[in-house]
């Protein structure tokens, strides 16, 4: 009885695995029916693939493009783009107030001003404290493109936000606060450096005091706006369960900035988690799903486009870090096997998804795992690139 009971376990598990296997080898089949490849050549690309993308970002006014962070050929690759269409608006996985600054520095400040300004700030730009990402963001200011960043404050942008209001603030007591906290910021991450079980100041008690003593002043409203930002932002990372809140707020920042976006032309980049059309890959509707929203209310259709590696290295968020490995059969996107096995060049790699989703609506494919059936669902193009290389900082010496 025992011995047939085992073997009837052992008949399911095999046509289990049977089926999945057939799922995946389907989706191999459909994606490699559906992949165009292009390649680098004179600081752009060329090839059938980068043409496709490039004629379907002319046609939209809503282009998002999910990447993965700290790596050096996707700015390459937005700035390639960037010179072939030309966009009103970009908008950025920083906050809204260090985005308008960066903005202005690079604006407004000579080369060496500029260069003496980022050895000082640079590594509280969050991305672009990486040199091919900050050398993004110039090349978009200087074609007119406005930056607009929508997260909350980095842990140690405290220190950017305060020393630009204590230049700002006709309060006495407020200036004192806003140096504190710049001058606390500055050599607790230095501390953190050294020893990462040592907090960020934004952590920390008398932050959350002097936020409150701030706002107990009499405040323009820019500083206040400012000051409950910060106070918002030090929630979001104190709060074990924040990650909702943090999304809230990226999509109010989003809105309250719409008159601004509204009839342009926009350019999203953004980590792929938050810029899928349907439900995030982070089980929520984020950024790319509000976007495909007000595309569609406009009568439009929004673009959604994910790019990552397949191999090499990537930078740590902190510099001095040492590089991680970047491992096609670990980590979060390992689930992209189907489309890995297809990479198999120097040749970059674009996947349309849209058979895909078609198999997928109409029952011919069945995908059991949750968080490929959202990419699929949720991004019109997939970019993988063989082989990426960590982003670097800039020299400072």
């Not at 600081?43 to 496709?52: A, V």
């Not at 140096?179 to 910021?185: A, F, G």
């Not at 323009?220 to 932002?233: H, N």
């Amino acid at each position: 009885m025992k011995s047939n009971r085992l073997k009837s376990l052992v008949v399911i598990f095999t046509l289990l695995n049977s089926v999945l296997f057939s799922q995946d080898s389907v989706i191999t089949q459909i994606a490699g029916k559906n992949m165009t490849t292009f390649s680098v050549k004179n600081q752009s690309f060329e090839g059938k693939g980068w043409d496709t993308i490039v004629s379907k970002v002319q046609k939209s006014d809503f282009v998002l493009i999910g990447e993965d962070h700290f790596i050096n050929e996707i700015p390459f690759f937005f700035s390639a783009l960037t010179n072939k269409v030309k966009f009103d608006n970009f908008f950025c996985e920083i906050d809204p107030y260090s985005a308008k600054i960066i903005e202005s520095k690079i604006k407004n400040l000579s080369d060496t001003q500029l260069r003496n300004y980022v050895a000082d700030f640079g590594n509280v730009f969050s991305f672009y404290a990486f040199d091919p990402e900050f050398n993004l963001l110039k090349q978009l200011v200087n074609s007119k493109t406005s930056i607009y960043g929508t997260d909350q404050i980095l842990l140690v942008a405290d220190r950017l936000v305060c020393s630009e209001l204590k230049l700002k603030t006709k309060n006495a007591k407020a200036k004192k606060i806003y140096e504190n906290i710049e001058n606390k910021s500055k050599s607790y991450f230095a501390e953190f450096l050294k020893d990462q079980n040592k907090p960020f100041f934004m952590k920390t008690v008398e932050f959350e005091s002097e936020i409150k003593k701030l706002l107990l002043l009499n405040l323009s409203q820019e500083e206040k706006e400012k000051a409950e930002a910060l106070q918002l932002t030090a929630k979001i990372y104190n709060d074990e369960d924040s990650h909702h809140l943090r999304i809230q707020l990226m999509k109010s920042n989003l809105m309250k900035v719409y008159p601004e976006w509204k009839d342009k032309k926009n350019l999203f980049k953004f980590g792929a988690n938050h810029l899928a059309k349907g439900e995030s890959l982070l089980k929520i509707y984020d950024i790319g799903n509000l976007v495909n929203n007000v595309a569609d209310s406009e009568f439009k259709n929004s673009l959604h486009i994910m790019i990552l590696g397949k191999s090499g290295t990537q930078s740590s968020p902190f510099q001095g870090f040492p590089d991680e490995i970047v491992d096609e059969n670990s980590g979060s996107f390992k689930l992209l096997k189907p489309f890995f096995d297809h990479v198999n060049s120097n040749e970059w790699s674009c996947f349309d998804m849209l058979p895909l989703r078609m198999a997928l609506e109409n029952g011919k494919l069945i995908v059991k795992d949750v968080k490929l059936a959202r990419i699929i669902k949720g991004y019109d193009y997939l970019v993988i690139i063989p082989k990426v290389t960590a982003s670097k900082f800039p020299k400072t010496e």
